[in-house]
């Protein structure tokens, strides 16, 4: 049997890489069957052709092997002006052609160049996220790579135009949106984008109160005869957040409410009750619940009150009024 060498661990995210002569090993010191299955298919369709060469679990762990890719690491390149212009248009270009997905760690040890090749490995972070989160931490990751020679501004304005080059539509009627939204927190508040569709319209920490809550105003062009999606994005808890005590007790919590939704000067009442909300659990916290035996449901409705991570989506369809009429009486 072939004998790997240990090269990187992560004991905060109980994840190990070993190096064997022709591939890599991504061990994980727990077991997700459902989550490897999915994530091979996922590479399976979106990741580099011929990416995964094996996976597999036992008892207590699951691993995955992945050949090595020829070239040499993007961070080992020096940083001209070209490079920068190139580094940034493969990211923006790719997330383009697995949009939903997303890589979403954009780091240039995670990117191989080979001539005119730019592959990029380590998936593990790569799933379904709305297009504001992925641009900002595309961004982030950026700005740490290049420093000073990336140029925010420029990037902004390349996302910008393509987003409008992808909406040319004609419209028909301007819908006025208007939103008032709460949390209740200890910490931090809950971060909240905003789309219709896959436009981003608002993004802001809500830090209103049930009394006085946030009021979120914008309107957006509809074309006849579309259907459309109304989405609250809600994110950037994490676990110290939510604080338990020794009998399991929640003394502390981070909440996101939706007072109300007014569309057209129309306020949709028990409509809102018709919104989707779909959680992204907690790993550790999803992996115990599973241990324990209970099952989490992958969507809700009938929801206001978004406790974890996820997103709200209520979809309808244009001429507003039309759907209105439909689905209130």
Not at 271 to 279: A, R
Not at 303 to 329: K, R
């Amino acid at each position: 049997m072939a004998t790997g060498k240990l090269i990187k661990q992560k004991p905060s995210e109980q994840t190990e890489v070993w190096e064997y002569e022709n591939y890599f090993r991504k061990k994980w010191l727990y077991k997700d069957t459902q989550w490897l299955e999915n994530h091979i298919k996922m590479l399976a369709d979106i990741g580099p052709t011929g990416y995964v060469i094996d996976h597999g679990f036992d008892d207590n762990t699951m691993w995955i092997d992945t050949k090595k890719i020829k070239g040499q690491i993007a961070d080992t390149f020096a940083q001209t002006d070209e490079f920068v212009s190139r580094i940034t248009k493969f990211c923006l270009d790719h997330y383009k052609e697995t949009k939903p997905y997303a890589h979403f760690d954009w780091k240039l040890n995670n990117m191989i160049v080979d001539n005119d090749e730019i592959t990029l490995v380590d998936w593990d972070n790569c799933a379904v996220i709305q297009e504001g989160q992925v641009i900002d931490k595309m961004e982030s990751d950026l700005k740490k790579s290049f420093g000073v020679k990336f140029d925010t501004k420029k990037f902004r304005d390349s996302v910008s135009a393509k987003n409008k080059e992808a909406s040319k539509k004609s419209p028909t009627e301007k819908i006025k949106f208007v939103l008032e939204l709460y949390s209740d927190y200890w910490a931090n508040p809950p971060l909240v984008e905003i789309y219709i569709d896959e436009e981003s319209k608002h993004k802001s920490f809500i830090k209103g109160t049930k009394e006085k809550p946030d009021v979120i105003t914008f309107e957006h062009e509809l074309t006849e005869g579309q259907t459309w999606k109304l989405m609250i994005d809600r994110y950037n808890k994490g676990e110290k957040d939510t604080v338990i005590n020794a009998k399991g007790d929640i003394l502390h919590d981070q909440l996101l409410h939706i007072k109300s939704i007014e569309i057209d000067d129309i306020d949709i009442g028990a409509l809102v009750y018709e919104g989707v909300y779909k959680p992204s659990y907690p790993t550790r916290w999803a992996l115990q619940q599973k241990a324990a035996g209970n099952i989490l449901p992958t969507t809700l409705k009938n929801v206001t009150i978004m406790g974890h991570n996820g997103t709200w989506t209520l979809t309808a369809t244009s001429p507003f009024y039309m759907w209105l009429l439909e689905n209130l009486y």
